[in-house]
């Protein structure tokens, strides 16, 4: 029983740390279309913060200094993304793209122009990193049963990132559902045109979102390079920012919801990886491609599933324009 409750905890434990890049992820597309912004982008504004992090972290041996320039990057991204969809009114999901396949394509050649590591970046020591935190009395109660096996193995031992990952969420439900920021926020995504009647900014609005975007898309980028692994290698989101999406779409734009679909997607990464090698009954050694594969194919069956049923914000993919 203790075994088993053990191994459960430690899968617990290993879909937050998994987790983490798709929940940053999936409050900051929260905040970009519940304003009207349609952000295929995560996923490349994510990439362009884990390679800006390593690279920075790799140069100076700081692991703020890492984290400040990858939220600068990614916001930098973010407002690129503002500028065509807001002030010249493009197509989101065009802007998002060509976003994805601008940074998908840099980082690999100024990685190899930098370090000449195959687009990789030098393995990171350990005080150029965010590593992870032991809370007091872990150690002694880690041979508690139950209690303090949560304690010591899921609440306590992650580093800060994850920690802030998971403060994210009940802050950004407060943000959008209790301040009038977040009030703003969702009457432009609805219906921007009251919002302007009133006499609130629809552009400024709608930039601020997706400058909180590209916060939130920085840190997760900045996990992924520091925290998670010691270093960037090439296209090392593996479309986790897709999948924050889907995450998102699936939890009808509400943080709780979204929050929960990211820990569905952890849980059967952190499965698949205690899976590999294995040996089922009757099956033998499920192959490692498959199990890899799970949550994208959990992705498409979520979206063929229920983005019918999900009800995005009315105003959202619209360009505004201000009538005269």
Not at 41 to 54: T, V
Not at 248 to 267: H, M, Q
Request: neutral net charge.
């Amino acid at each position: 029983m203790d075994d088993t409750f053990l191994l459960v905890v430690r899968t617990l434990d290993a879909t937050l740390r998994v987790a983490t890049p798709l929940i940053f992820c999936a409050m900051a597309g929260l905040y970009s279309e519940r304003s009207g912004i349609v952000d295929i982008g995560l996923e490349g504004k994510m990439l362009a913060g884990a390679f800006a992090a390593a690279t920075v972290a790799a140069l100076t041996g700081s692991a703020w200094l890492a984290l400040g320039a990858a939220v600068l990057i990614s916001m930098s991204l973010a407002l690129l993304h503002g500028f065509a969809c807001i002030t010249h009114r493009g197509d989101h999901v065009v802007s998002g793209v060509a976003i994805n396949i601008l940074v998908a394509g840099l980082t690999i050649v100024l990685g190899n122009a930098w370090f000449r590591q195959g687009g990789q970046t030098p393995s990171l020591p350990a005080d150029a990193r965010f590593m992870s935190m032991d809370f007091p009395g872990a150690e002694a109660m880690s041979e508690i049963p139950l209690i303090g096996q949560i304690y010591a193995e899921l609440i306590s031992g992650h580093n800060l990132l994850v920690y802030a990952g998971l403060a994210a969420v009940p802050l950004t439900a407060w943000v959008v559902y209790k301040t009038r920021f977040g009030l703003r926020l969702r009457a432009v995504g609805e219906n921007p045109a009251a919002v302007d009647t009133a006499g609130i900014s629809v552009v400024w609005l709608r930039y601020r979102a997706v400058m909180i975007c590209g916060v939130l898309t920085g840190l997760a980028g900045t996990y992924l390079a520091i925290a998670q692994n010691a270093g960037f290698s090439r296209d090392m989101t593996a479309g986790q920012g897709y999948i924050a999406l889907a995450a998102l779409i699936f939890g009808k734009w509400r943080p709780w919801l979204a929050f929960g679909a990211c820990l569905i997607f952890g849980l059967l990464d952190a499965v698949s990886i205690r899976m590999q090698g294995v040996e089922l009954p009757g099956i033998g050694e499920v192959p490692v491609q498959a199990i890899q594969a799970l949550p994208y194919v959990l992705t498409v069956v979520l979206l063929a599933g229920f983005i019918g049923k999900a009800v995005a914000p009315k105003a959202i993919g619209q360009p505004y324009v201000k009538e005269r």
